[in-house]
C-alpha cells in the first residue's frame, strides 16, 4: 500500500478503521518478530503510511478527529495482531492527547507535524537515583535563551521508532517539571534497545541518554499540577495499557481456536474419544475464553467512553485552555476513577483467557515454534506498569472517605524512615 493510498483509505473511513488487510500483514509477522527478536519497524512504517498517528488530530487540525473509544477500538485490533506494535505507540498518543490542553501556537505546529508523519516516543521514567517526586533529568535555558536537556531516562518505549521523544524533565529555577520534546537523531541524543524484560521484548523500551541536547522553544511544555491535562493525561496512559492486554487476550483466543479446529490427536482420558472441536469439555474453555474477553473489552470501552465524557465536561468548563489551573468540575475525575476500576480487574481477565489457551491442546502449545507463551508474557508485562494493589486501595478510600484517586505521575526512591517510624510517602503531579 503506497502512501497516497492510505491517506485516500483514511479520508474515506472517517476515523480511519485500521484495514484488516494491515492487520493480517502485521500480524502474520508476529511469530518471526518474537522467536527472532527483530524490531517491528517495517510494521511501524505502514501504520505510519496509514497515518494511524493521526488519530485523535481533531478534524478542523487536519486529522481524522477520532474520539477516546474510537482510538481505543484501533488499539485492541493492533494489539490482537501484535501487541508489541500497539503498546509502542502509546506515549505518541499521550502526547498528541495532551497537545488540546497547550497554546495555540504549540498545538498547532505539533499537529501539523504529526499530521505529516511526525511520531512522538516516551521517555519520562528514571531507572534509579532519584527520589519520588524528582528527576534527575534537567532542562536547562542557556545564557543565550536556548534550551539544553541533560538526564538520562529508561522504559523509553517507542523512542527507536520516533522521530521525537518527550522527555519529563525538572526545572532549573525552581521547583515542578517540564516536559521537553527532542528530535531522537538531535546531537547528545543516545537511544539504546537494552529493554531486557520477559514480555513486550520489541517495544524499544530501553535507556535514552540526553546530553546537552538541543531543544526547540516549541518543544518546551509546561505542566500544571492537578490540572484538566494532568488529571486526563495519567487515566490515559493507564487506559491504553489495558486496551493493549485486552488485544493480548483476542489474539490468545485467535490462536486458541486456530489450533482447535486444527487438532485430530486426542486423549483416552477425554471421555469422548471425538475431535477437540466437537469435545464438550474443550467447547467450555473456550466459551470460558470468550465470556472472560468480553468482560475486559467491554469495561475497557467504557472507561473511554468515560474519558469522552470527562473531556466533554472539561471543555465546557473551559478547562482545557492553557492556564485554566486545577478547578477542574468534579467530571473530569471520572475518568481517573473509571481507569483504576478497570485496573484492578481486567488484567486477571485477560491473563486468565491465556491461562486457558494452555488447558485446550495440552503440550503441542508450548513449542517454541509458535511462541503462544508471548499473550501471557506480554499482557503480565504491561500489567506491572502500575501496581494492582495500589489501585484497590485508592479506589477502597475514595469509597469510604470520598478521597479522589491520585493518577500515576511519580516514579523514585521512598524517603528513608524517620527513627520513630516510617514517613508518609507522597508522589507529586507530572
Known amino acids: 500500500m503506497t502512501q497516497a493510498q492510505a491517506q485516500a483509505e483514511t479520508q474515506s473511513q472517517g476515523t480511519a478503521r485500521l484495514p484488516e488487510e494491515l492487520l493480517g500483514q502485521i500480524a502474520e509477522g508476529a511469530v518471526r518478530r518474537e522467536l527472532d527478536r527483530e524490531l517491528p519497524f ?3 512504517r505502514w501504520l505510519d503510511e496509514h497515518r494511524f498517528g493521526a488519530l485523535r488530530v481533531p478534524e478542523e487540525h487536519g486529522g481524522a478527529g477520532a474520539s477516546v473509544e474510537e482510538l481505543i477500538v484501533e488499539v485492541i485490533r493492533l494489539a490482537e495482531a501484535d501487541s508489541n506494535v500497539a503498546h509502542l505507540y502509546r506515549g ?5 492527547d495532551a497537545l488540546r490542553f497547550q497554546p495555540v501556537e504549540i498545538r498547532d505546529e505539533w499537529y501539523r507535524r504529526v499530521l505529516n508523519g511526525a511520531t512522538i516516543g516516551n521517555a519520562s521514567t528514571e531507572k534509579g537515583g532519584n527520589a519520588l517526586g524528582e528527576l534527575n533529568t534537567v532542562l536547562a535555558q542557556r545564557s543565550d535563551g536556548s534550551w539544553r536537556l ?6 523509553s518505549t517507542g523512542t527507536i521508532f520516533s522521530d521525537y521523544t518527550r522527555v519529563s524533565a525538572a526545572r532549573d529555577d525552581g521547583p ?3 516536559f521537553a520534546v527532542v528530535a531522537t537523531d538531535a546531537a547528545g541524543v543516545t537511544v539504546e534497545d537494552d529493554w531486557d524484560g520477559f514480555g513486550q521484548r520489541l517495544t524499544g523500551t530501553g535507556t535514552t541518554r540526553f546530553v546537552d541536547a538541543d531543544i526547540e522553544p516549541i518543544g518546551v511544555l509546561d505542566r500544571v499540577p492537578g490540572s484538566h491535562e494532568a488529571v486526563h493525561e495519567a487515566a490515559f496512559f493507564q487506559l491504553y495499557l489495558l486496551a493493549v492486554q485486552v488485544g493480548a487476550a483476542r489474539g490468545a483466543l485467535r490462536d486458541a481456536v486456530a489450533l482447535i479446529r486444527g487438532r485430530k490427536r486426542t486423549f483416552n482420558t477425554s471421555g469422548s474419544g471425538k475431535l477437540f472441536r466437537e469435545d464438550p469439555l474443550i467447547q467450555q474453555i473456550v466459551g470460558k475464553m470468550s465470556a472472560g474477553l468480553f468482560a475486559a473489552e467491554s469495561t475497557v470501552l467504557e472507561v473511554a467512553r468515560v474519558h469522552d465524557r470527562a473531556l466533554e465536561a472539561g471543555r465546557l468548563a473551559g ?3 492553557p492556564g485554566a489551573g486545577a478547578d477542574v468540575p468534579a467530571a473530569v475525575y471520572e475518568s481517573e476513577i473509571a481507569v483504576e476500576r478497570a485496573h484492578v480487574v481486567v488484567p486477571q481477565l485477560c491473563l486468565d483467557v491465556v491461562g ?5 491442546v495440552g503440550a503441542s502449545a508450548v513449542s517454541r515454534s509458535k511462541a503462544l507463551d508471548r499473550h501471557w508474557r506480554n ?3 504491561v500489567a506491572t506498569h502500575n501496581p494492582i494493589v495500589f489501585r484497590a486501595r485508592s479506589l477502597g478510600e475514595y469509597e469510604l472517605d470520598g478521597v479522589l484517586p491520585e493518577g500515576l505521575n511519580a516514579i523514585g526512591d521512598a524517603p528513608a524512615p524517620s ?3 516510617s514517613e508518609p510517602v507522597s508522589g507529586s503531579h507530572a
Open 356 to 360: 486457558e489457551l494452555f488447558q485446550t
Open 176 to 178: 515542578g517539571r517540564r
Open 379 to 381: 499482557i503480565q508485562t
Open 419 to 421: 527513627p520513630g517510624g
Open 150 to 155: 541533560d538526564g538520562e531516562k529508561f522504559y
Open 92 to 96: 505518541h498518543f499521550g502526547f498528541v
Open 42 to 44: 517495517e510494521a511501524v
Open 319 to 321: 478547562t482545557h485552555e
